[in-house]
């Protein structure tokens, strides 16, 4: 089966750091650009930032809110992507989503089903 | 940025009868490569997110055909002719002319 899988939410204080993973399952992530957008509780959806397929030059691009705190990048011989978050904040708390256009182009039609981050005193 | 506005925020819709979500943007969301990607997405209560309708019209792999998407420029639209007790949940339009991609703000479908 082609999935996304996200691992390594948890509950951080402010300040902290927390590394998600994002394992890609039925197919090959090499070739693919993968996004992570996130979801604070009861609102909407908020674009985080995109990583390129190496054979396109490996672009990586953030959000203005996480640009600085958080990296992107991918080990396509492990078929994952990673989202390291430091510096995390209050504001930080969502859950996390992997999502790619794995058939599409300009939309994304596969995405994990979300790892929790906490950020909390 | 891009800002996408959805209306409304909520629907409540009788099962079998029709509803309609508009997204508007902020500006023109024709790409240089003379594409629209605009898409629409559907989040059921405490699943992601999951792929309806891409650049503009085009509906994705298994989604059944009541769900059309239309539009153009920077007005755009979601309709369900009739709606079903599954299609209950959020529905988002997304921009992926440039970055940072945006979504609007969702639309809460309900039943009456």
């Known amino acids: 089966e082609v999935q996304l899988v996200e691992s390594g939410g948890g509950l951080e204080k402010p300040g902290g750091s927390l590394r998600l993973s994002c394992a890609a399952s039925g197919f090959s992530i090499s070739k693919a650009w993968v996004t992570w957008v996130r979801q604070a509780p009861g609102k909407g959806l908020e674009w985080v930032g995109r990583i390129k397929s190496k054979t396109d030059g490996g672009t990586i691009d953030y959000a203005a809110p996480v640009k600085g705190r958080f990296t992107i990048s991918r080990d396509d011989s492990k078929n994952t992507l990673y989202l390291q978050m430091n510096s995390l904040k209050t504001e930080d708390t969502a859950v996390y989503y992997c999502?790619?256009?794995?058939?599409?182009?300009?939309?994304?039609?596969?995405w994990g089903q979300g790892a929790m981050v906490s950020v909390s005193p | 940025d891009i800002v996408m506005t959805q209306t409304p925020l909520s629907s409540l819709v009788t099962l079998g009868q029709p509803a309609s979500i508009s997204c508007r943007s902020s500006?023109?969301?024709?790409?240089?490569?003379?594409?629209?990607?605009l898409s629409w997405l559907q989040q059921r209560p405490g699943q992601p997110p999951r792929l309806l309708i891409y650049k503009i019209s085009n509906r994705f792999s298994g989604v059944p055909d009541r769900f059309s998407g239309s539009g153009a420029g920077t007005d755009f639209t979601l309709k369900i002719s009739r709606v079903e007790a599954e299609d209950v949940g959020v529905y988002y339009c997304m921009q992926a002319k440039e970055f940072p991609l945006t979504f609007g703000g969702g639309t809460k479908v309900e039943i009456k």
């Open positions: 999502a790619t256009g794995a058939k599409v182009v300009g939309a994304f039609d596969l």
């Open positions: 500006q023109s969301l024709v790409h240089s490569d003379g594409n629209t990607y």
